[in-house]
């Protein structure tokens, strides 16, 4: 790298809550993790305290960004606090980073969240550091964002497990939107792969469509997609493989969103078993991705 980069000097590292083993990792390249005391009064408003020195030092929060209508405010919160105490600069870590899926107005009067976030961010941030970043329509965050944004590929991490899990898979993408990771698996594998068709008429209701022409005795196949919310794009995708005959797939995401009971209709639709990275705190996190978001982050251009 002949770039300078950021951690040639010591940061300050803050965590925004449940986010303090990542933090803790970053910070053990040499760098300051800073306690940050964060509760709620009676009313329900946040108490917020960093008990550090932040006066000229490059600074950055951890906070994914699952569950955001809780943890948004927050964050803003804790980024103008570290503004005000003095930060120099604001890197925003978010493993998984939310509202990129409402990325057109589909119907009048909607709100495009995914820009108007990008535009909160781009206030508050310098950075902002995320891993495999929902991107259908926008085809980069630059066309959103106005700082430099970076993010990571799980596909490495992915590649590695189902070298080790699986014998000769095929890759299922379930959507069009998922051939991207899909196709990035399949040729790092070597191993084939098809993507379906899916239509969704609301939150819970996706049809899946598709016919696999691949021999099916010879492969196991492995779904897999960037999020699991409601589950139901991989459950209609697990009943379309199963009713061509083939094994009960594995299902593979990066983001574990799971809503509600998306993860026991999955195991019930027949899904072999059920895979995550752990951008998202989850029991289904097998793959760990945070070796590649702190490389990420250590190499990332110094700003002047
Ligand atoms: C969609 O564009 C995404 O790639 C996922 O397929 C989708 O978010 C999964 O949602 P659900 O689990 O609610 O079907």
Known sequence: ???????????????????????????????DL???????????????????????????????????????????????TARD??????CLVAPYLSYMRQDERFHAGEAVTSSYLAMMFSQWFDELITVDPHL??????????????????????????????VKQPL???????SEQWASALASALGVPYVVLEKVRQGDRDVQVSGEILTDR?????????????TGRTMVEAIHLLKEQGFESPICIAIHAVFSDDAEQHILQAGGQCLVTCNTIEHTTNRINV????????????ARC
């Open 290 to 301: 945070w070796q590649e978001v702190v490389s990420c982050w250590k190499e990332r251009p």
């Open 217 to 229: 005795e010879a492969y196991q196949p492995v779904l897999v997609d960037d999020i699991i919310s």
């Open 136 to 165: 259908h329509r926008w085809k980069s965050l630059d066309e959103i964002y106005a700082i430099p944004t970076y993010h990571v590929s799980a596909a490495p991490s992915i590649t590695r497990w189902v070298s080790q899990e």
């Open 34 to 80: 800073v306690k940050v005391e964060l509760r709620q009064f009676p009313d329900g408003e946040s108490y917020i305290r960093i008990h550090g020195d932040l006066k000229d030092r490059d600074v950055t929060i951890v906070c994914t960004l699952h569950r955001p209508d809780r943890v948004f405010l927050q964050l803003a919160l804790l980024a103008h």
């Open 171 to 177: 890759i299922v993408g379930p959507d069009s939107e």
């Open 85 to 90: 105490l003095g930060a120099k600069t604001l």
């Open 1 to 31: 790298m002949d770039h300078p980069t950021h951690t040639q000097h010591r940061e300050v590292i803050l965590a925004a809550p449940g986010n303090e083993e990542l933090a803790t990792l970053l910070a053990e390249e040499g760098h």
